[in-house]
């Protein structure tokens, strides 16, 4: 369907066009800086852009990724938000997409920090997976999952009771969505767009503590525009091109 970043763009208008305007996003787990930034390069270019970017970590949030996969490929959560939400305040395009945070979500705190951290709403799937019966038998993929949550055979789909998960799936997320909102009103806040990285600390050392606004790097609207780019993203910027996912010489 595409072979570059210009492309890529020009199938996102396809697909909105042929769902009647539904909205259109993409999910990732950031590997190469320099590709993404390619992507939000077609996307200044273009005038175009999704309604929402998914981003991953390296974690392997359901638990169903290979061994080896697991916390060795991708970047980790923290930092791929981190990176998505900068380059797209560096195009200025944060204000048309929505980024959506996913990996081992299963608490308020865990929904206020990726809040503070850039993401504008949150993805669950290990704590949803387990409030609906999941044992984690890693057969998903193998219309064998014991409990009848992944598969469509009669005899495992009968493990599944609607009335019952449904309500334990309700509980699960009113008291994570009540809880986090606890935690904000505690914070003195009314509203999740308030939330900001400086309303998280994190100790460093034993006599050290910062916010995450120290810690990581926020960048200035439009900045990635600039003639002059913030020094960490400069190089992965220059190599990035609209019209290939292979960096220029």
């Given at each position: 369907s595409f072979t570059n970043p210009l492309e890529f763009i020009d199938f996102v208008t396809q697909l909105r066009e042929l769902s009647g305007g539904k909205p259109i996003g993409f999910k990732l787990c950031v590997g190469?800086?320099?590709?993404?930034?390619?992507?939000?390069?077609?996307?200044?270019?273009?005038?175009?852009?999704?309604?929402?970017?998914?981003?991953?970590?390296?974690?392997?949030?359901?638990?169903?990724?290979?061994?080896?996969?697991?916390?060795?490929?991708?970047?980790?959560?923290?930092?791929?938000?981190?990176?998505?939400?900068?380059?797209?305040?560096?195009?200025?395009?944060?204000?048309?997409?929505?980024?959506?945070?996913?990996?081992?979500?299963?608490?308020?705190?865990g929904l206020v920090k990726r809040l503070a951290l850039g993401a504008d709403l949150c993805n669950s799937a290990r704590a949803m997976m387990m409030a609906l019966g999941c044992i984690q038998a890693r057969k998903c993929n193998s219309n064998l999952c014991p409990v009848g949550v992944t598969t469509q055979n009669p005899s495992l789909v009968g493990g599944l009771v609607?009335?019952?998960?449904?309500?334990?799936?309700?509980?699960?997320?009113?008291?994570?969505?009540?809880?986090?909102?606890?935690?904000?009103?505690?914070?003195?806040?009314?509203?999740?767009?308030?939330?900001?990285?400086?309303?998280l600390m994190r100790r460093i050392e034993a006599y050290e503590i910062r916010n995450f606004s120290e810690i990581y790097e926020y960048i200035e609207t439009g900045s990635l525009l600039q003639d002059t780019k913030p020094e960490s993203y400069a190089r992965a910027c220059d190599a990035a091109r609209s019209d290939s996912f292979t960096a220029t010489n």
């Open positions: 190469k800086r320099r590709e993404f930034i390619a992507i939000c390069k077609a996307m200044h270019e273009t005038g175009i852009a999704p309604d929402f970017i998914s981003v991953d970590g390296g974690e392997g949030g359901t638990g169903a990724a290979p061994m080896e996969f697991s916390n060795h490929i991708g970047t980790p959560l923290v930092e791929g938000l981190i990176f998505v939400h900068n380059v797209l305040v560096g195009f200025d395009l944060r204000k048309k997409v929505k980024i959506i945070s996913s990996g081992k979500m299963t608490s308020g705190f609607p009335e019952e998960k449904s309500q334990r799936v309700n509980n699960y997320h009113r008291n994570t969505v009540d809880s986090a909102c606890q935690i904000m009103g505690a914070m003195g806040l009314e509203k999740a767009e308030e939330l900001r990285p400086w309303h």
